[in-house]
């Protein structure tokens, strides 16, 4: 589902540049997507609308959102303003509500105080998410593989993730393991080297299956998120995008 305020923290999500050998040297192999301008996102959750207009300050952070809700007829306007300050992020929504996000010297976030919903911390192993814990009890650990890929997920819940990846094509921006994590937060905590394709429980038969159509460009053009359980589609979620 899309999410509706800036604070609220998301599913699990992350990334990393995959090591390729070149001329008997290994560099990173770059991924042209790393900083896709999105200027728009519509979400179309089981008839539910969202609306996003995103803009960018001179530095290409994302200096705001504005977001257009409709739901059951009903129509919602808000938006988040973004400013920043050393390794501090500060995020002011409609309601004056505040959260200040505080980022490493690569920019990635680090720990999230919102007096809302309470705070989270980040942990890296270089540029990669080992662990995850929100509100001091919810906590989720992350394997990953050589690919720059995350292997599984397991948090204390006893849920029990593995991810699968599209090897062929690079992780984007819209992608469905940080798309929910940008419109929060301006950037995407979870970014994995590929394109996310499914997310399988262990423990259960939910999968969380997804699809992309691209542009000329080879960008994400419209990413369709389904939640299945018993091969049957419990919940689905089409997103649409637009770009600078």
Excluded at 55 to 66: A, E, G, P
């Amino acid at each position: 589902m899309p999410t509706t305020q800036l604070f609220r923290l998301s599913s699990i999500t992350l990334f990393v540049l995959i090591l390729a050998g070149v001329s008997c040297k290994k560099k990173k192999s770059v991924n042209p997507f790393t900083a896709a301008g999105i200027a728009t996102v519509d979400a179309n959750y089981s008839g539910d609308l969202f609306h996003y207009n995103i803009y960018y300050n001179q530095d290409n952070n994302v200096d705001s959102i504005i977001l257009t809700q409709t739901v059951a007829g009903s129509v919602y306007h808000g938006y988040s303003k973004f400013s920043y300050s050393g390794n501090t992020i500060t995020v002011t929504d409609d309601n004056n509500g505040t959260a200040t996000f505080s980022t490493n010297a690569n920019g990635m976030i680090t720990q999230i105080a919102d007096l809302a919903v309470g705070a989270t911390a980040i942990t890296y192993n270089g540029t990669e998410v080992t662990e995850l814990v929100a509100y001091v009890v919810d906590t989720t650990k992350y394997i990953w593989g050589g690919n720059g890929n995350i292997s599984t997920g397991k948090d204390n819940s006893g849920n029990n993730d593995t991810y699968f990846f599209d090897l062929k094509n690079y992780g984007q921006p819209g992608d469905a393991l940080r798309i929910d994590d940008f419109l929060s937060y301006g950037r995407s905590i979870i970014r994995t080297n590929n394109l996310p394709m499914q997310i399988q429980d262990a423990n259960t038969d939910e999968l969380q299956l997804f699809s992309y159509t691209f542009d000329g460009q080879g960008r994400i053009s419209t990413l369709t998120e389904k939640y299945t359980e018993n091969n049957l589609v419990i919940d689905s979620t089409v997103y649409t995008y637009t770009y600078y």
